[in-house]
């Protein structure tokens, strides 16, 4: 069901919609850290330019942990199939 939630993003109240409130108030908070942090360093940029660089900080961050899952995702997988096989030779024993 989705429910209205609303939020404040760079000093700007937004009424959003979703199926998960929670998760609505986080993601307007990570936007919103990331349009304030911008605001004082980019005082002479529009606001379009703001929420831009923004957007690309956040993409960055989700790129870079979903390499990070990546490379951890595959060394778990080397060392589960090292203990598979470490355990079909004590079996063999």
């Given at each position: 069901?989705?429910?209205?939630?609303?939020?404040?993003?760079?000093?700007?109240?937004?009424?959003?919609?979703?199926?998960?409130?929670?998760?609505?108030?986080?993601?307007?908070?990570?936007?919103?850290?990331?349009?304030?942090?911008l605001q004082?360093?980019?005082?002479?940029?529009?606001?379009?330019?703001?929420?831009?660089?923004?957007?690309?900080?956040?993409?960055?961050?989700?790129?870079?942990a979903e390499?990070?899952?990546?490379?951890?995702?595959?060394?778990?997988?080397?060392?589960?199939e090292n203990?598979?096989?470490?355990?079909?030779?004590?079996?063999?024993?």
């Amino acid at each position: 069901m989705s429910t209205q939630v609303k939020v404040t993003i760079g000093g700007k109240e937004f009424t959003l919609r979703g199926d998960d409130e929670q998760k609505l108030v986080r993601a307007a908070k990570e936007v919103d850290d990331q349009i304030r942090a911008l605001q004082s360093g980019m005082m002479d940029q529009s606001t379009q330019m703001q929420a831009i660089v923004a957007a690309l900080n956040l993409a960055e961050q989700k790129i870079s942990a979903e390499e990070t899952l990546e490379k951890e995702s595959l060394l778990l997988s080397s060392e589960l199939e090292n203990m598979a096989t470490f355990l079909r030779e004590q079996l063999k024993k």
